[in-house]
């Protein structure tokens, strides 16, 4: 059953999501800040685990048809609601002039998902308000101009940079039935999207931060000896713009006399293929596979290593991360962290002063992580420094006061 008070509808690609604890937490928060709402889910869970934050979600969650074909009657039905609807259309000219730029599967599902949406959401809500630019924003739109009713969208990443401009800068017009407003959490990815807007004040930096009374006090780390075993751990989807393949190249170029081992936490369809990686270079005994992980199971992980390692470069599809929030909770418990230069990376670690930011080539990560190793004093000030910033800066809860100020003006437009 869908919640009759909630006054917004969150559209997000899928719930709950282990790599999407920044949704989970963000979304808990709005909630406990008084804002009513469900969630609206474009796809099942795929995930054996779940975050202990995915439980303190109150309101329903709905699945809209992922595939149409899965609930056809569903679908039917759904569409001759949406038919009936003042805003159909309006909102199948703008999909049809969509298609023709986009003639895929993924955009006829789009639609037919958001015609469900359209017609399943309760009297009470006011507005839609979407997690990704790409794919979920689109279904909010569509069903947003078949109920005219105002929508926003938060973007990330991949939906930044992956999707064509043309459909960006749809998004961020009036003229278009753009957003309300949009929100990102990096400053890089919030001067892009405003270059594309009619209004550039439609787009707002809000930082993810971090919700620190989820996370347990850092540990009384005492110095690690220079020659004593050097435990690094990455936690990270195994896709190519986390760049695991060429930190598991560096691991080849370090000294002997380097006692090393690292510990990776993540799925991700590159997995056997790293492992073969490190099976041919023969240290596949170095190496601990820990997989998907709930954030406790995570968090105490961090805790036992000495180096924390995101070595994220851009992927050939354009794909980048943002900022992500693993380098803040990496820095929540004191520990070094080294990664690139990529993306927003910089807005948090000043390479030198809150952790090193390598170039990703083998030499250059291997080099960074023998400097680490060799002087866990600099490694140990470079930490506390990231703490403190991420206490004095990157806290979650003036975000959430920036997105819940806006959430509240858009569903008073329609009020």
Known sequence: MTSPSSNLAVVVKGWPRLSETFIAQELVALQEAGHRFDIWSLRHPTDTKRHPL?????????????????????VWAARAVAQSLPGYAEAYRIWRQDLKRDLTPNRIRRFGQACVLAAELPASVQGLYAHFMHTPSSVARYAAIMRGLPWSFSAHAKDIWTSPVWEKREKLQA??????FGATCTEIGAEHLRGLADDPSRMELIYHGLDLSRFPEPP??????ADGPFHMISVGRLVEKKGFDRLIASFALLPDRLDWHWTHIGGGGLGDLLREQAQDAGFADRITWKGACDQPEVIEAMRKADLFVLPSRIAADGDRDGL??????AASQLLPILSTPISAIPEFIKTGTHGILSDDEPSALAAAIEDLAADPQ??????????????AEFQMNPGIARLSKRLNALCMETA
């Open 324 to 329: 992500p929030n693993v380098l803040m909770e």
């Open 378 to 391: 600099q490694a140990a000030q470079m930490a506390r420094a990231a703490h403190d910033r991420l206490i």
């Open 54 to 74: 995915h439980d303190r979600f109150t309101g329903q969650v709905r699945y809209l048809p992922e595939y149409l074909y899965d609930e056809p009657k569903r």
């Open 220 to 225: 009384k780390r005492a110095l690690r000896v």
């Open 175 to 180: 003229a278009t039935h753009g957003a309300a």
